[in-house]
């Protein structure tokens, strides 16, 4: 399968624990996105990187979460000291960003659980 | 600013019957819209998109919509519901161009229930 890959898809941990999330993009995209999902909304976008550079973030990624993509390939998204506010589903997506227009391919999501 | 507003936030119908799904849309410029839809337990799929080309815009499983700049609409729609069609639907607008990243702003979905 070529597609979008997000491990793990489901984390339970307890408040205060850090959590560190992974995702595979498609391997010729460019543009890799995170955005957060919680029950009964639409996801809301979290941050993005073109290649390896973190270009944007939302106002909604407080300084307890830190995202990184090392080689341009795959990235990590960490929660430390997560809070029961965290408790969401995380989802990654990737395109080609050739334009405004571009598909963004998603994931399956992890789905973080704080208790 | 960029947003999109779903006017239902569940829509249910019978099989065979027409679905219509309400989203307008706020831009400052000429917008990319997109419907996503979103099974239990699945992943978001990409319906449609519109890019500025036709203004009707056809999509997978026989779902299509209109763009109206007049009204700001983008509604969905599909001719005969069927039952593997029950599942959340997302308008969305991307944000910025080539060069703004394209992120995605969610409307808050709409469930689409199919009664047999």
């Known amino acids: 399968d070529t597609g979008v890959s997000q491990d793990p898809r489901h984390k339970i941990t307890k408040r205060g624990q850090n959590v560190t999330f992974r995702c595979d993009p498609i391997s010729e995209h460019n543009r890799l996105y995170w955005y957060r999902q919680t029950l009964g909304q639409g996801p809301e976008f979290l941050t993005y990187?073109?290649?390896?550079?973190?270009?944007?973030k939302s106002r909604l990624l407080s300084n307890r979460f830190s995202a990184e993509r090392p080689k341009g390939s795959f990235s990590t998204l960490e929660i430390q000291r997560t809070e029961q506010g965290d408790s969401a589903m995380y989802l990654c997506?990737?395109?080609?960003?050739?334009?405004?227009?571009?598909?963004?391919?998603f994931g399956p999501g992890t789905r973080l659980t704080v208790l | 600013a960029q947003s999109v507003t779903q006017l239902d936030s569940h829509v249910s119908v019978s099989e065979g019957t027409p679905v219509l799904l309400r989203c307008n849309y706020s831009?400052?410029?000429?917008?990319?819209l997109f419907w996503y839809v979103q099974h239990p337990n699945k992943g978001l799929q990409l319906l449609l998109k519109?890019?500025?080309?036709?203004?009707l815009v056809k999509g997978i499983n026989g779902f299509e919509a209109e763009f109206k700049k007049s009204e700001t609409s983008f509604h969905l729609t599909k001719p005969s519901a069927h039952m593997s069609d029950a599942a959340e639907y997302f308008c969305?607008?991307?944000?910025?161009?080539?060069?703004?990243?394209?992120?995605?702003?969610f409307g808050q979905g709409t469930e689409l229930s199919v009664k047999p």
């Open positions: 990187f073109q290649n390896e550079a973190q270009l944007e």
């Open positions: 997506a990737s395109s080609s960003g050739q334009g405004a227009g571009d598909e963004q391919f």
């Open positions: 519109y890019t500025s080309a036709a203004t």
């Open positions: 969305v607008v991307s944000v910025g161009a080539l060069y703004q990243g394209g992120k995605l702003i």
């Open positions: 831009s400052s410029y000429s917008p990319s």
